[in-house]
């Protein structure tokens, strides 16, 4: 029997701007993205009849049903096969096996959706196009297209208009997950009550990323939300700032968090202070920086 297992992909964001919330309800951004290899896990085996099913395994609190982004790709992915060939495609079965803790920013259940797109793509061979897949891509959400590349991309509008960047080395990534989760409309939601709009004031992108590729220390990180996010959880600046202490070149919130990166040119073992110190159930995950080529390497086998 055929087996495919694939790892996916998790993201940080190096910079967030966000602006006035439009009136269609989303809010402009500009981004900068990088991908990293802490990520879950996708088994995908052949099936008989033509059904395609999905199991999910691990974190109670991912939606198994109509909810979760990867049966919503399997879908659509299902319809566009459908409409290119004319007849149903062999069954399949997916599993999902969870590690990424959900609503940290870090976009895992929208790096799951993006490698399930590339990898039932491949591995039924059914020759959708990169034009198709990113249309599919942006209907699952705005952080999906950029799993269909990975690497390192500067985002615009709703952050799915993608530019790739010259990739950056190798770096170490530390992640710092709090016991709670930060639901991206209510912080969405703060950042409007607030009505401040700085969109990346002072952030310059070409210099900050030409310090991180000689491995220089960034001095100034931006995010839009942080500040309206730390100002609730003084918590989460206090672990930004042990991160900066301890040798990162970056930290600062992923996204609308939970999550605080960290981005080290060696090794950090700042990971263990971190651990010791009174933080019941948080959870700490170290990785590399991804770029894209190694992350499309990952289906090439298809």
Partial sequence: MTLWRVRTATKINLHLGVGRRAADGYHPVRTVLQAIDFGDELV????????????????????????????????????????????????????LIKTVPAGGGLGGGSGDAGATLLLVNGALDLGLSHRVLLGIARRLGADVPFFLRGGLARGVGRGDRLHSLTPLPALHVLLAVPPFSLPTAEVYGLFDRESLTLDGAGFRMRPALGRL????????????????????????????????????????????GSTVFGLFAKHPQLSEALEEKDREGWEFHRGRTLDGCNYLARFRFL
């Fill in 44 to 95: 995908l085996k052949p099936a008989r009849g033509e059904a395609w099913t999905l199991a999910v395994e691990g974190s109670p609190e991912i939606p198994r049903g109509k909810d979760n982004l990867v049966h919503q790709a399997l879908k659509l992915l299902r319809d566009a096969a459908l409409r290119r060939h004319g007849r149903p495609q062999a069954g399949i079965h997916l599993s």
């Fill in 213 to 256: 590729r000689r491995r220089n220390a960034v001095p100034m990180f931006w995010n839009d939300l942080e500040q309206h996010v730390f100002r609730l959880h003084t918590d989460l600046a206090d672990v930004r700032d042990e991160m900066r202490n301890g040798g990162a070149l970056v930290a600062g919130l992923s996204g609308s």
